[in-house]
């Protein structure tokens, strides 16, 4: 709750900001100036019942509710910074006192039109996920398992925003791709399983064996009902613990770890624990970890993992407005090294908020797993 009431109290700063340059600087008459404030005041109150009931309206009045505000909100982010690189110009310019308004609406309707122009590039930017090809090469490895691929997938979001339909797409997709594993690594809902449990019935079309661990949103979705339905959907819950997979002799080690912020949920027996998950594993056998959130890579190089997958970035998801993530975060998205450990991060396949992505397209990635030695990929 105070993290949504910092947010509203910033939006409210950004709505009287945009009312003094768009409305009062651009608009003579008083009348319209009263118009314009209650209609800017009418979309901050829909934005506020958005963030403040989110998680109490039904599925089906919050599903419209969230696509209004949730538009208004991106339009705002983007005409808001449209607006600030207005300001530069302004003083670059001399006008006239009489001139002043002209030079103030010119500003407002370029800073309207690139706002629009970009949520609306980003909407449907949104609805186009893609698959990302990747090959990684683990210095463990066996041979046996050179070529083996696992499918990352994170950030669906299922919710008022994305259903089951979106869903079934997603599944499609990943069962053309044809992965040895599906790893989803967190954020997989937005709601209640006793309230939008349905959503994610097309998990069971999943061909290949589907593994799952927590992220940050299940915690704020009632994480045990999640947790006991996946595996009636034919998803493998990973709960700091691990998988063994076999080639002939030839080993390697699938884990995964509670989300970072589950020991703080209050749901006992929750919290990241990657010493239990690799306890009792040879050193010497390779390692995949599914993580949530990239953060965590700096103990899973201590603990000498050699792959580590997450996503809880969006890879940004409106740059350059939430490159804000690299504060807490070591990376957006992408294959990067940490120590010994190689850190994929994925984009991921939904949205959190605004159903509108800047700059990082969602996507499916297909992992290849490469041995030393092994003949290139053809």
């Known amino acids: 709750m105070g993290f949504s009431l910092g947010i509203l109290a910033l939006l409210l700063l950004v709505h009287l900001y945009l009312y003094k340059r768009v409305v009062h600087d651009v608009v003579g008459s008083r009348r319209a100036r009263i118009v314009g404030g209650v209609l800017l005041g009418a979309l901050f109150a829909l934005v506020a019942a958005v963030f403040l009931t989110r998680r109490v309206l039904p599925i089906e009045y919050a599903t419209a509710l969230n696509y209004t ?14 607006l600030l690189v207005g300001e530069l110009v302004r003083p670059a310019v001399r006008v006239s006192p009489e001139r002043r308004r002209f030079l103030s609406g010119s500003i407002a309707a370029v800073a309207g039109v690139a706002a629009v122009g970009t949520v ?9 996920p893609r698959v990302e090809r990747r090959d990684v090469l683990l210095d463990r490895l066996d041979p046996a398992f050179d070529g083996f691929t696992v499918a990352a997938v994170s950030d669906i979001h299922l919710g008022p925003l994305v259903d089951a339909e979106d869903l079934r797409g997603f599944v499609a997709t ?10 989803v690594v967190g954020d997989l809902v937005d709601g209640q399983a006793s309230e939008i449990g349905g959503y994610a019935e097309p998990l069971r079309d999943l061909v290949a064996d589907t593994y799952f661990v927590t992220g940050n949103h299940e915690y704020y979705s009632g994480v045990t009902g999640w947790v006991d339905l996946l595996p009636t959907l034919g998803v493998r819950v990973l709960r700091n613990e691990r998988v063994t997979l076999r080639r002939g002799d030839a080993v390697l080690h699938l884990a995964g770890c509670d989300d970072r912020v589950a020991a703080a949920s209050g749901v006992p027996g929750h919290g990241f624990d990657l010493d239990e998950a690799l306890a009792g594993r040879d050193p010497a056998e390779p390692v995949v970890l599914l993580a949530h959130q990239p953060v ?9 993992v050699d792959l580590q997958i997450s996503g809880h970035t969006h890879g940004g998801q409106l740059t350059p407005l939430t490159h804000v993530a690299l504060v807490d975060q070591p990376v957006l998205a992408g294959l ?17 908020g605004p159903p509108v992505r800047v700059g990082s397209p969602p996507e499916i990635t297909l992992l290849t797993l490469r041995a030393p030695g092994a003949p290139p990929a053809p």
């Not at 609306?120 to 186009?128: F, K, L, N, P, Q």
């Open 69 to 82: 505000a949730y538009l208004w909100f991106a339009v705002l982010l983007y005409l808001g910074l449209a």
């Open 120 to 128: 609306t590039y980003g909407a449907i930017e949104a609805r186009r």
């Open 174 to 183: 990943l069962n053309a791709a044809g992965p040895d594993v599906v790893a």
């Open 296 to 304: 965590m890579v700096d103990q899973a190089a201590r603990a000498g």
């Open 336 to 352: 990067t090294r940490v120590g010994p450990t190689w850190l994929y991060v994925t984009r991921g396949l939904g949205f959190w």
